[in-house]
């Protein structure tokens, strides 16, 4: 993830990135007086400063905290880095939603991501979804997205395991979306 914000960073983005499960600033725990609750009810996040902008020591918080979307203001972007994904998929309300997934070349792998993908377009919210991985697995799961899912849908699937930086790439991605929504609810076109 943090190539990813670095990414975001050098595109001129104010990034937060956000450590869910502690295996990004867990060493950084006791620098922080609140937990993550305590914080967003104060209005006061304790960031930690980062040559790519701010990493946040939250463990446990969901993207779908009504709080989080008032702090998530300051920033253009939000990068949440969570291991695993269980059955629940919490998304920010509101929020243009891009997800990575890293695919490995089981099928277990490949049906956990593509399930992710079938959640996401059942949300019905503004997504894109990144694969990354093993080459031919994330391919595979490409294809079927675009087999089985609205045409409108399966074009936010895109393969960033077959890019050479796929941290950029998908920095590029991000903003280009981003862009395209904002101009949309300006005009009046969601």
């Known amino acids: 993830m ?3 914000a670095q990414a975001l960073h050098q595109r001129g983005e104010t990034v937060l990135l956000v450590d869910t499960g502690g295996r990004l600033f867990g060493h950084c725990s006791t620098r922080s007086l609140f937990d ?3 914080q967003l009810e104060r209005g006061q996040l304790q960031t930690l400063p980062l040559a790519l902008g701010q990493g ?7 993207a779908a905290e009504p709080a989080l979307r008032n702090a998530a203001q300051a920033y253009d972007l939000v990068v949440f880095d969570m291991e695993r ?16 997934v890293e695919v490995h070349a089981t099928e277990a792998s490949k049906l956990r991501a593509y399930r992710l993908i079938k959640t996401l377009a059942h949300s019905r919210t503004v997504f894109g979804v990144g694969l990354m991985g093993d080459p031919a ?3 595979q799961v490409r294809v079927a997205g ?4 609205e045409p409108s849908l399966a074009q936010a699937i895109y393969n960033l395991a077959q890019e050479g930086d796929a ?16 101009t949309r609810c300006k005009t009046g076109q969601t």
């Open 137 to 139: 697995a994330c391919e």
């Open 167 to 182: 941290f950029a790439a998908l920095a590029v991605r991000m903003c280009a979306e981003e862009a395209s929504l904002t």
């Open 56 to 62: 946040w020591h939250a463990p446990g918080v969901s």
């Open 36 to 38: 993550w609750k305590q």
């Open 85 to 100: 994904l269980g059955n629940e998929l919490a998304l920010m309300p509101g929020a243009i939603q891009t997800v990575i």
């Open 146 to 149: 675009q087999h089985f899912l």
């Open 2 to 4: 943090f190539q990813l």
